[in-house]
């Protein structure tokens, strides 16, 4: 079926929505009250208050109170609820725990607390959760997370549910590494190839949350086989000046500091935050392998090495926003990151069996530094009805990195009884260049009151150029020499446009978002060794349905189905041909035949609400054919040597269940659990001689809050991670405990301590089978050992009322309109305008969130 026909079939669809069009349902509950000032009883008129469902902290219901100070919110769905007022020059005020079955609640006189121009902390009945829950999108605080403070953006994925880190720093979402990461919902050059370095080097202290979608619709990248992980930086939420500053410093030699400084009136709003991180990170591993000779026989190889990563790194990230008019913003925001990264390597292998005795000492020293810069111009404009929108992005980036090797590598024999010595030495050089632009356009219509179109443009434009260069030494000159059938120069330019549309239509409680996008890629490489070069392309049109079927069985209760396709396109390392020999035992290459992994995945999801606990269930399953795996193979014919190559396998499938259970356990503990349990399918492929396989596993965590007293907070957190396969063998189980405190010192200095990894138990360990048992490997890696951290953070400013025309643009930016309910929209793709996952496209905090 081509894409005309599908496009046709579509927009049948969308017309048979539209001619079924029903009006929401009327009637609920009602919460109303007046405003007064706490000391003198005064007025408060023109104040905003809000009804917000606690279940995902979205507004239902929103006004300005009268002259009299008097509000009235009604047609309140059943459910539970929190009240929240907010007003210039005043302490927000919140209450907890309003419980609407169709009641009216009087809350009489509500009083506020004047904030006397000087920065005060927010005083809530609750603390601010530190995941939000919906059936397409969790949203971790990063203000909330004890364990992460003081360390990287690394450290804090390790601790988001569903999400977990390898030993070389790369990211999986729900067992799979195929996963789209995003800055502020945007690709970027910080996500390039070398992302797990990257991420080290930015610090969790500037990011504000992380965002994670599993299923995303049609509006987004269709890039990820397993979902999208969006990282939200930092920027300015309150009125006047402020800031903040914090000093981290702990073992391993690790010393890091942030500044935040921000200011905001109404018609302009800056904000800057400068972050450095220094720290050392201590990492160590083994393997065993057994092969065998030409003869048959066994060849048993020891290999241990220890490892120290030491990195320096500054990260700025600053912007401004201007306020054109009371719906219109024009916003500017660069980030910067430069870093110094050195690798030492120590180890030894011992090669017996065959006729050999031979022992390899290595002593390998890596010195990199690089830099990121990206830029980003966003318009956004809302119109005068409700939740129409449109925004606009240019976003421009460009990294560089720039390492040296230096491998020594000492051998010696012993063959017959006699004593032989070989030393080989290498220097590499890497120069790496990478650009990156994004085109986008986004626009949402709300073509009635119970549903709505949204449609957008997306062009992104990439290329990865990096230079290899080799040089070895002459152990008879003693000098180095060139080595051009060891250098490598591969350049990699992507072209992938974009647009899609969709549909969302609400039938009462039931709701249906059908979506197609249509992504047309252009992938050239060019590879140029020993004055050759080879050139490959790929070209292909295709497109990606999504389609969300939305039931809210109760105020409390949604039930949710969804499928979309989506793509894992091979960038980079997986498709460069260069033989990569750093390590002299086991060589890696990519694959320039790769094809990219086509997806198919289903998703039912479940969410429920009570007063104590919020809970949400996925059932889903992901098909993925021409699946791209690293296969182990003996290199040419060698009974010593390891070849792992990306090859594409016929397909693969995982079928899961995945539960994130938050238990509010009285007002001094709070829990959150993660197990997620599934059955993976790897279909093999005879001519790559690799056998299919399948097996059970299963992933959990569960971090626990503790607040003993107001001032003092305690956070624990233990992860397991089960036995599972892979195409050539299986990884073992691993597991680990973190914890940390924090005590509030006085409103705005605060101090805390987190150590990872307390036990020192994370360690990767896997076993490898292949060719036909002619290979059987056993290995152990640790990214790093345990780490504790001390943080001392503090809080200043004022912030500067600005009347209530600030007051009445905030409501217009960031509240719901008075009669707009947010239930009348399936909660399918996410309702946030940009063609961003949560939110703008300036990257601010999820809507309805207090600011701590």
Same mark, same amino acid.
């Given at each position: 079926?081509?894409?005309?026909?599908?496009?046709?079939?579509?927009?049948?669809?969308?017309?048979? /929505? +539209?001619?079924?069009?029903? #009006?929401?349902?009327?009637?609920?509950?009602?919460?109303?009250?007046?405003?007064?000032?706490?000391?003198?009883?005064?007025?408060?008129?023109?104040?905003?208050?809000? +009804?917000?469902?606690?279940? $995902?902290?979205?507004?239902?219901?929103?006004?300005?109170?009268?002259?009299?100070?008097? /509000?009235?919110?009604?047609?309140?769905?059943?459910?539970?609820?929190?009240?929240?007022?907010?007003?210039?020059?005043?302490?927000?005020?919140?209450?907890?725990?309003?419980?609407?079955?169709?009641?009216?609640?009087?809350?009489?006189?509500?009083?506020?607390?004047?904030?006397?121009?000087?920065?005060?902390?927010?005083?809530?009945?609750?603390? #601010?959760?530190?995941?939000?829950?919906?059936?397409?999108?969790?949203?971790?605080?990063?203000?909330?997370?004890?364990?992460?403070?003081?360390?990287?953006?690394?450290?804090?994925?390790?601790?988001?549910?569903?999400?977990?880190?390898?030993?070389?720093?790369?990211?999986?979402?729900?067992?799979?590494?195929?996963?789209?990461?995003?800055?502020?919902?945007?690709?970027?050059?910080?996500?390039?190839?070398?992302?797990?370095?990257?991420?080290?080097?930015?610090?969790?202290?500037?990011?504000?949350?992380?965002?994670?979608?599993?299923?995303?619709?049609?509006?987004?990248?269709?890039?990820?086989?397993?979902?999208?992980?969006?990282?939200?930086? *930092?920027?300015?939420?309150?009125?006047?000046?402020?800031?903040?500053?914090?000093?981290?410093?702990?073992?391993?030699?690790?010393?890091?500091?942030?500044?935040?400084?921000?200011?905001?009136?109404?018609?302009?709003?800056?904000?800057?935050?400068?972050?450095?991180?220094?720290?050392?990170?201590?990492?160590?591993?083994?393997?065993?392998?057994?092969?065998?000779?030409?003869?048959?026989?066994?060849?048993?190889?020891?290999?241990?090495?220890?490892?120290?990563?030491?990195? #320096?790194?500054?990260?700025?990230?600053?912007?401004?926003?201007?306020?054109?008019?009371?719906?219109?913003?024009?916003?500017?925001?660069?980030?910067?990151?430069?870093?110094?990264?050195?690798?030492?390597?120590?180890?030894?292998?011992?090669?017996? =069996?065959?006729?050999?005795?031979?022992?390899?000492?290595?002593?390998?020293?890596?010195?990199?530094?690089?830099?990121?810069?990206?830029?980003?111009?966003?318009?956004?404009?809302?119109?005068?009805?409700?939740?129409?929108?449109?925004?606009?992005?240019?976003?421009? !980036?460009?990294?560089?990195?720039?390492?040296?090797?230096?491998?020594?590598?000492?051998?010696? /024999?012993?063959?017959?009884?006699?004593?032989?010595?070989?030393?080989?030495?290498?220097?590499?050089?890497?120069?790496?260049?990478?650009?990156?632009?994004?085109? @986008?356009?986004?626009?949402?219509?709300?073509?009635?009151?119970?549903?709505?179109?949204?449609?957008?443009?997306?062009?992104?434009?990439?290329?990865?150029?990096?230079?290899?260069?080799?040089?070895?030494?002459?152990?008879?000159?003693?000098?180095?020499?060139?080595? $051009?059938?060891?250098?490598?120069?591969?350049?990699?330019?992507?072209?992938?446009?974009?647009?899609?549309?969709?549909?969302?239509?609400?039938?009462?409680?039931?709701?249906?978002? =059908? =979506?197609?996008?249509?992504?047309?890629?252009?992938?050239?490489?060019?590879?140029?060794?020993?004055?050759?070069?080879?050139?490959?392309? @790929?070209?292909?049109?295709?497109?990606?349905?999504?389609?969300?079927?939305?039931?809210?069985?109760?105020?409390?209760?949604?039930? @949710?189905?969804?499928?979309?396709?989506?793509?894992?396109?091979?960038?980079?390392?997986?498709?460069?041909?260069?033989?990569?020999?750093?390590?002299?035992?086991?060589?890696?290459?990519?694959?320039?035949?790769?094809?990219?992994?086509?997806?198919?995945?289903?998703?039912?999801?479940?969410?429920?609400?009570?007063?104590?606990?919020?809970?949400? !269930?996925?059932?889903?399953?992901?098909?993925?054919?021409?699946?791209?795996?690293?296969?182990?193979?003996?290199?040419?014919?060698?009974?010593?040597?390891?070849?792992?190559?990306?090859?594409?396998?016929?397909?693969?499938?995982?079928?899961?269940?995945?539960?994130?259970? *938050?238990?509010?356990?009285?007002?001094?503990?709070?829990?959150?659990?993660?197990?997620?349990?599934?059955?993976?399918?790897?279909?093999?492929?005879?001519?790559?001689?690799?056998?299919?396989?399948?097996?059970?596993?299963?992933?959990?965590?569960?971090?626990?809050?503790?607040?003993?007293?107001?001032? /003092?907070?305690?956070?624990?957190?233990?992860?397991?991670?089960?036995?599972?396969?892979?195409?050539?063998?299986?990884?073992?189980?691993?597991?680990?405990?973190?914890? =940390?405190?924090?005590?509030?010192?006085?409103?705005?200095?605060?101090?805390?301590?987190?150590?990872?990894?307390?036990?020192?138990?994370?360690?990767?360990?896997?076993?490898?089978?292949?060719?036909?048992?002619?290979?059987?490997?056993?290995?152990?890696?640790?990214?790093?050992?345990?780490?504790?951290?001390?943080?001392?953070?503090?809080?200043?400013?004022?912030?500067?009322?600005?009347?209530?025309?600030?007051?009445?643009?905030?409501?217009?930016?960031?509240?719901?309109?008075?009669?707009?309910?947010? $239930?009348?929209?399936?909660?399918?793709?996410?309702?946030?305008?940009?063609?961003?996952?949560?939110?703008?496209?300036?990257?601010?905090?999820?809507?309805?969130?207090? *600011?701590?």
């Amino acid at each position: 079926m081509n894409s005309k026909v599908l496009s046709k079939l579509f927009i049948t669809a969308c017309l048979l /929505f +539209v001619a079924f069009n029903t #009006r929401a349902q009327t009637g609920g509950g009602t919460v109303s009250g007046k405003l007064v000032d706490a000391a003198t009883g005064k007025i408060l008129d023109f104040a905003t208050v809000a +009804v917000v469902r606690k279940s $995902d902290n979205q507004p239902v219901k929103s006004m300005q109170t009268d002259l009299q100070g008097n /509000f009235k919110l009604s047609g309140i769905p059943d459910g539970y609820y929190l009240f929240r007022a907010t007003f210039v020059g005043y302490i927000s005020f919140t209450k907890d725990s309003l419980n609407i079955k169709g009641n009216t609640v009087n809350l009489g006189a509500v009083k506020m607390r004047a904030s006397k121009g000087v920065l005060k902390e927010v005083t809530v009945t609750a603390q #601010r959760s530190q995941i939000q829950l919906s059936t397409d999108k969790k949203v971790f605080s990063v203000d909330q997370s004890l364990v992460s403070q003081g360390g990287s953006a690394t450290d804090l994925l390790s601790n988001v549910p569903s999400v977990q880190v390898d030993v070389d720093g790369n990211i999986n979402l729900r067992g799979s590494s195929s996963v789209r990461v995003l800055i502020n919902g945007k690709p970027s050059a910080l996500t390039g190839a070398n992302l797990s370095d990257i991420l080290q080097s930015i610090p969790a202290s500037s990011i504000e949350n992380i965002e994670v979608i599993t299923n995303p619709s049609s509006k987004y990248d269709a890039e990820g086989q397993s979902g999208i992980i969006n990282i939200v930086l *930092k920027r300015n939420a309150q009125v006047g000046f402020n800031g903040s500053v914090s000093a981290t410093a702990g073992t391993q030699h690790t010393y890091n500091g942030s500044l935040n400084l921000t200011y905001q009136n109404k018609l302009i709003n800056v904000y800057t935050n400068y972050s450095y991180r220094k720290g050392t990170r201590i990492g160590n591993g083994l393997s065993q392998t057994l092969t065998h000779d030409s003869l048959g026989r066994s060849i048993l190889q020891n290999q241990v090495n220890d490892q120290e990563f030491q990195i #320096r790194s500054n990260n700025i990230r600053s912007g401004i926003d201007f306020n054109l008019d009371r719906k219109t913003v024009l916003s500017f925001s660069n980030n910067i990151n430069i870093r110094n990264m050195d690798r030492f390597q120590t180890g030894n292998t011992t090669i017996v =069996g065959g006729g050999l005795n031979q022992l390899q000492t290595r002593d390998n020293q890596s010195n990199g530094n690089g830099n990121n810069l990206d830029f980003n111009l966003d318009f956004s404009h809302k119109y005068k009805k409700p939740q129409q929108e449109l925004t606009a992005n240019i976003g421009y !980036s460009t990294s560089k990195n720039n390492n040296t090797d230096n491998l020594n590598t000492a051998y010696n /024999f012993n063959n017959n009884g006699l004593d032989s010595t070989y030393s080989l030495l290498q220097n590499n050089l890497t120069i790496g260049r990478q650009h990156n632009l994004n085109l @986008q356009a986004d626009y949402v219509l709300p073509m009635s009151h119970n549903n709505r179109l949204e449609m957008g443009y997306r062009s992104t434009f990439n290329k990865n150029d990096n230079n290899y260069l080799v040089d070895t030494l002459n152990n008879f000159t003693n000098a180095y020499v060139f080595a $051009d059938t060891l250098s490598n120069h591969f350049v990699y330019n992507e072209q992938v446009h974009a647009v899609y549309t969709n549909y969302q239509q609400q039938f009462g409680k039931f709701g249906i978002q =059908g =979506g197609l996008r249509l992504e047309d890629a252009h992938i050239t490489t060019n590879t140029t060794s020993a004055g050759v070069t080879e050139q490959h392309k @790929q070209d292909y049109f295709r497109v990606y349905p999504s389609l969300f079927l939305t039931d809210k069985l109760t105020e409390n209760q949604t039930l @949710q189905l969804s499928y979309s396709r989506r793509v894992s396109r091979p960038r980079d390392r997986q498709i460069s041909p260069f033989l990569d020999r750093s390590d002299r035992q086991n060589y890696q290459q990519g694959n320039p035949d790769l094809k990219p992994e086509d997806t198919h995945a289903f998703e039912l999801s479940y969410i429920n609400y009570w007063k104590g606990l919020t809970l949400t !269930s996925s059932l889903y399953y992901r098909l993925t054919n021409d699946n791209i795996q690293q296969i182990r193979t003996l290199y040419n014919n060698s009974s010593t040597i390891t070849l792992t190559k990306f090859e594409n396998l016929n397909s693969a499938s995982n079928a899961g269940y995945e539960l994130i259970a *938050k238990v509010n356990a009285g007002t001094k503990v709070d829990l959150t659990g993660n197990v997620n349990i599934y059955y993976r399918n790897i279909q093999g492929d005879p001519e790559l001689n690799v056998q299919s396989t399948s097996g059970y596993a299963w992933n959990g965590n569960l971090t626990a809050n503790i607040k003993p007293f107001s001032k /003092f907070g305690i956070q624990l957190r233990g992860d397991y991670q089960g036995p599972q396969v892979i195409a050539q063998g299986k990884m073992k189980a691993m597991y680990g405990m973190d914890g =940390g405190l924090k005590y509030d010192i006085t409103k705005t200095l605060n101090f805390s301590a987190n150590a990872r990894d307390i036990f020192n138990t994370r360690k990767f360990k896997s076993e490898v089978v292949s060719d036909g048992g002619a290979l059987t490997q056993y290995s152990e890696r640790r990214f790093a050992t345990r780490i504790v951290l001390f943080t001392l953070a503090y809080r200043f400013g004022a912030s500067t009322p600005a009347g209530k025309q600030r007051q009445q643009r905030k409501q217009d930016q960031q509240q719901p309109d008075q009669d707009n309910n947010p $239930d009348d929209v399936p909660q399918g793709g996410g309702n946030n305008g940009g063609g961003a996952p949560g939110g703008s496209p300036r990257g601010g905090q999820p809507g309805g969130q207090i *600011k701590m």
